[in-house]
T-cell receptor
Framework: AQTIHQWPVAEIKAVGSPLSLGCTIKGKSSPNLYWYWQATGGTLQQLFYSITVGQVESVVQLNLSASRPKDDQFILSTEKLLLSHSGFYLC?????????????FGSGTRLTVL | QQKVQQSPESLSVPEGGMASLNCTSSDRNFQYFWWYRQHSGEGPKALMSIFSDGDKKEGRFTAHLNKASLHVSLHIRDSQPSDSALYFCAASEGTGYQNFYFGKGTSLTVIP
């Protein structure tokens, strides 16, 4: 069975400080990987996606960057946090298949920027 | 422009009652739909997918898709307090790399 693990569970950071969030998918090779951001009680905004190692596409510009250093790992980072970065960050994966595939989410990281 | 619209924004039903959630897309390229459920503090979990016109039933949950009107609904019968959550409709154009579009969600409260 596939498992998705996100870390850390929660972070409290100061404005202007750096950030690194991570995600690991086990039990599935070459998944499509995604980062989503969610304001409290809000909709899911896709930030990045990756089809293969080393390749990441940006969907929205929020002074964030993402990298896929390994097939099963996806990293979200920034050098300088803004207040607007607060929210719930979700990593997700889907299969690359011949038909539409379901998106599976991790348990998320709650980020509070002060 | 929001490509996936959900209604109502919030909904309260008594325990044992029927909850009905709606979703409409403005993009005719969307052929594949999902319903997700998110409990507070957790990641969304896929409830069910529906890709063909008509009804799809999984336990107490029934989804209905009308591709002509780009309308999909979710009906929860015998609602339980544990069904209280945020429900999202998601749509996709299809195969290969998929871009998923989510609605703003419907907050369901089941009153004991």
């Amino acid at each position: 069975a596939q498992t998705i693990h996100q870390w850390p569970v929660a972070e409290i950071k100061a404005v202007g400080s750096p950030l690194s969030l991570g995600c690991t998918i086990k039990g599935k090779s070459s998944p499509n990987l995604y980062w989503y951001w969610q304001a409290t009680g809000g909709t899911l905004q896709q930030l990045f996606y990756s089809i293969t190692v080393g390749q990441v596409e940006s969907v929205v510009q929020l002074n964030l960057s993402a990298s896929r250093p390994k097939d099963d790992q996806f990293i979200l980072s920034t050098e300088k946090l803004l207040l607007s970065h607060s929210g719930f960050y979700l990593c997700a994966w889907s299969r690359l298949g011949p038909s539409a595939e379901t998106l599976y989410f991790g348990s998320g990281t709650r980020l509070t920027v002060l | 422009q929001q490509k996936v619209q959900q209604s109502p924004e919030s909904l309260s039903v008594p325990e044992g009652g029927m909850a009905s959630l709606n979703c409409t897309s403005s993009d005719r390229n969307f052929q594949y739909f999902w319903w997700y459920r998110q409990h507070s503090g957790e990641g969304p979990k896929a409830l069910m997918s529906i890709f063909s016109d008509g009804d799809k039933k999984e336990g107490r949950f029934t989804a209905h898709l009308n591709k002509a009107s780009l309308h999909v609904s979710l009906h929860i019968r015998d609602s339980q307090p544990s069904d209280s959550a945020l429900y999202f409709c998601a749509a996709s154009e299809g195969t290969g790399y998929q871009n998923f579009y989510f609605g703003k969600g419907t907050s369901l409260t089941v009153i004991p």
